[in-house]
């Protein structure tokens, strides 16, 4: 009897039950060849949800979500919702998705293959070859700390860190950087901020006590930005806090070309939580013109968590080899292939590697 991975689909809105569709079609071949099967259940979520139900994250869909293996997401949002009260918008279903889970760290892969370096905003051979991991904290730092105020001529916002989660935090890095490179940076502002500070101290002790294998440098988060932007190969695992990594992220996220290449995971809690780090570009929903590729290679991410590493990179593979062939998306050529053509593009050559191997 093969193995079957149960995941709770999260389409979406926008683009998002389009990517996802793409992903599981991919995923399927794969657990088809490599004998598991992919059992999915869909549940609403975000925009989606408020139509359905009036909030964005329904206890239904909570329940189904910690008890699958893993969690795909899509995307969510649009204008369509924007004229909410801040508790009912899509984006405070995410956020609540994640505390339910307790993830507490994510993880964003930034490749360039060679295929889509001319497509950065930075010249090709700055850029060919990039191969960093942003590890960030999600569920501390100034987006949850108290006190926080906003009154009518002042405001403030609390940057509170504890060692065990700086420690949590960084463990996921040095295992990460253990895979890979070896060599961690490690993100802060301890020049000036307390918090900064014991981030930098508990990382050395750690790296220290338990990870000195591991090549550890330091940088302040101002010269971290300068330093991706100048030499972007110079990275391996970067390692930060929750605002420093959604800058530093979405920064590093512009060396592809396009975020629609760039797949994220969302780790540590009850259930593993993979989606594209693109929004749900609700201007070209139900065009069969969105990538799918980051959410191609989010579901690549999702099953290499669950164990299935070779067929992880079975799909990676598969989607270079389109990429390289020249099947670009609408996003990455003005006369770019549909989303439905580059996945069935991928899944031809998933089967083509099966048959030669040329590709496993």
């Given at each position: 009897?093969?193995?079957?991975?149960?995941?709770?689909?999260?389409?979406?809105?926008?683009?998002?039950?389009?990517?996802?569709?793409?992903a599981?079609?991919?995923?399927?071949?794969?657990?088809?060849?490599?004998?598991?099967?992919?059992?999915?259940?869909?549940?609403?979520?975000?925009?989606?949800?408020?139509?359905?139900?009036?909030?964005?994250?329904?206890?239904?869909?909570?329940?189904?979500c910690?008890?699958?293996?893993?969690?795909?997401?899509?995307?969510?949002?649009?204008?369509?919702?924007?004229?909410l009260?801040?508790?009912?918008?899509?984006?405070?279903?995410?956020?609540?998705?994640?505390?339910?889970?307790?993830?507490f760290?994510?993880?964003?892969?930034?490749?360039?293959?060679?295929?889509?370096?001319?497509?950065?905003?930075?010249?090709?051979d700055?850029v060919?070859?990039?191969?960093?991991?942003?590890?960030?904290?999600?569920?501390?730092?100034?987006?949850?700390?108290?006190?926080?105020?906003?009154?009518?001529?002042?405001a403030?916002?609390?940057?509170?860190?504890?060692?065990?989660?700086?420690?949590r935090?960084?463990?996921?890095?040095f295992?990460?950087?253990?895979?890979?490179?070896?060599?961690?940076?490690?993100?802060?502002?301890?020049?000036?901020?307390?918090?900064?500070?014991?981030?930098?101290?508990?990382?050395?002790?750690?790296?220290?006590?338990?990870?000195?294998?591991?090549?550890?440098?330091?940088?302040?988060?101002?010269?971290?930005?300068?330093?991706?932007?100048?030499?972007?190969?110079?990275?391996?695992?970067?390692?930060?806090?929750?605002?420093?990594?959604?800058?530093?992220?979405?920064?590093?996220?512009?060396?592809?070309?396009?975020?629609?290449?760039?797949p994220?995971?969302?780790?540590?809690?009850?259930?593993?939580?993979?989606?594209?780090?693109?929004?749900?570009?609700p201007?070209?929903?139900?065009?069969d013109?969105?990538?799918?590729?980051?959410?191609?290679?989010?579901?690549?991410?999702?099953?290499?968590?669950?164990?299935?590493?070779?067929?992880?990179?079975?799909?990676?593979?598969a989607?270079?080899?389109?990429?390289?062939?020249?099947?670009?998306?609408?996003?990455?050529?003005?006369?770019?292939?549909?989303?439905?053509?580059?996945?069935?593009?991928?899944?031809?050559?998933?089967?083509?590697?099966?048959?030669?191997?040329?590709?496993s």
């Amino acid at each position: 009897m093969s193995q079957r991975v149960h995941i709770a689909v999260l389409p979406g809105d926008g683009i998002g039950p389009e990517v996802v569709q793409s992903a599981l079609r991919v995923m399927r071949v794969v657990g088809d060849r490599d004998g598991f099967e992919v059992e999915t259940g869909e549940h609403a979520f975000g925009g989606a949800a408020i139509d359905l139900t009036g909030e964005p994250f329904p206890a239904s869909t909570k329940e189904a979500c910690l008890n699958a293996d893993a969690i795909l997401l899509g995307a969510i949002g649009g204008p369509k919702w924007d004229g909410l009260d801040a508790s009912r918008r899509p984006e405070t279903g995410l956020l609540a998705l994640r505390k339910a889970l307790g993830a507490f760290a994510n993880l964003r892969p930034v490749t360039v293959p060679d295929a889509l370096a001319h497509l950065s905003v930075l010249p090709p051979d700055w850029v060919a070859g990039t191969d960093l991991l942003v590890v960030r904290e999600l569920t501390g730092g100034i987006y949850f700390g108290e006190p926080r105020e906003l009154g009518a001529d002042e405001a403030f916002d609390t940057m509170r860190y504890s060692r065990l989660e700086i420690e949590r935090i960084a463990r996921v890095a040095f295992e990460q950087a253990r895979q890979r490179s070896r060599r961690v940076t490690s993100v802060d502002k301890a020049n000036v901020l307390a918090s900064s500070k014991l981030w930098r101290s508990t990382v050395t002790k750690l790296h220290r006590s338990e990870y000195s294998d591991i090549a550890l440098d330091h940088l302040y988060v101002d010269n971290a930005a300068m330093q991706i932007v100048r030499d972007p190969q110079a990275f391996d695992v970067i390692l930060t806090a929750n605002l420093f990594g959604d800058i530093l992220s979405d920064l590093a996220s512009t060396l592809a070309g396009s975020l629609g290449v760039l797949p994220s995971s969302s780790l540590g809690g009850a259930t593993p939580l993979f989606e594209p780090v693109h929004g749900s570009a609700p201007d070209i929903a139900g065009r069969d013109e969105a990538n799918p590729v980051a959410a191609i290679l989010s579901a690549a991410m999702l099953l290499e968590e669950l164990g299935f590493g070779s067929s992880a990179q079975s799909m990676r593979r598969a989607v270079d080899h389109v990429l390289a062939a020249g099947s670009l998306t609408r996003d990455l050529a003005p006369h770019g292939v549909s989303t439905s053509t580059f996945t069935d593009a991928v899944c031809t050559a998933l089967e083509e590697a099966s048959a030669s191997s040329t590709l496993s």
